[in-house]
């Protein structure tokens, strides 16, 4: 089985990678699934009802979310709903919203790191409690950290265990995609799907200047070129073991 994770899909720019180049993947790997992370698909910040279906009609199966998926109040109705579309697994208990689904033969879960980003759950105490209950053998984990640290840590934590621990959020993608020692296919980022004329997808003017003055604003989304971030993970059928991981990379005009 081959299954394709898009990185962090940011604004239009990162729906128009989707619907230029994703089709043709599709056929040309023969996909049997693919995930995005799209918590910034919406203007660069959060996820919409029609941003959704964009990406759903575009070829996308499962979107993933991370720290901004209650960026855009309007998205909260559907997280309960059909649409299959994950927040981090280990929010506290009664938040809206699902943390895995399980698609044919394969679950997709999402958790969120805590170092730098927020007070969350234990993401590994989380993951151990829903491996309890899973009975699928093909599991694929979309890690939304900041730290590298945690990230590795959570690899090796679920080696052997899961299908695939692929990191997201920091935009900027990693070279240490690898299969772990006992079958669970790693990277620490797979990096972002949007502007390059950019900083991590915002507008590169505008980022600058706050830094210059710390006065905080609204980031717009950069322009031009356009990147697709991708990790495609080839997976043994009967055993869940990963066999291959695969960086896809594609450039897309503005």
């Not at 997808?201 to 031009?224: W, Y």
Request: hydrophobic letters at 45%; aromatic letters at 6%.
């Amino acid at each position: 089985m081959l299954i394709l994770a898009i990185g962090d899909l940011v604004g239009r720019p990162g729906r128009k990678a989707i619907s230029q180049l994703l089709p043709s993947l599709r056929q040309q790997y023969g996909l049997e699934l693919v995930i995005a992370n799209a918590e910034n698909v919406a203007g660069g910040v959060g996820i919409t009802p029609d941003t959704a279906k964009e990406l759903l009609d575009g070829g996308v199966d499962v979107l993933t979310s991370g720290n901004h998926i209650w960026a855009q109040k309007e998205i909260i109705p559907y997280l309960d709903g059909d649409m299959p579309i994950l927040r981090p697994l280990n929010y506290p208990p009664g938040v809206p919203g699902k943390g895995y689904i399980v698609i044919g033969r394969v679950a997709v879960v999402n958790l969120m790191g805590r170092v730098f980003i927020g007070d969350f759950d234990c993401p590994f105490r989380a993951m151990d409690q829903l491996l309890a209950s899973l009975e699928q053998k093909i599991i694929i984990v979309d890690f939304h950290a900041e730290a590298t640290s945690e990230k590795v840590t959570m690899g090796r934590y679920l080696d052997g265990r899961v299908s695939a621990v692929l990191g997201t959020h920091t935009h900027v993608g990693t070279i240490d995609a690898q299969l772990l020692p006992n079958g669970t296919a790693y990277v620490s980022d797979i990096g972002m799907t949007g502007p390059m004329d950019s900083v991590i997808g915002d507008d590169a003017e505008a980022v600058i200047q706050r830094f210059l003055t710390q006065i905080p604003h609204r980031l717009g989304v950069g322009k031009g070129k356009i990147a697709f971030n991708a990790m495609l993970v080839g997976v043994d059928d009967d055993t869940g073991k990963a066999l291959s991981i695969e960086r896809i990379y594609r450039e897309v005009e503005g």
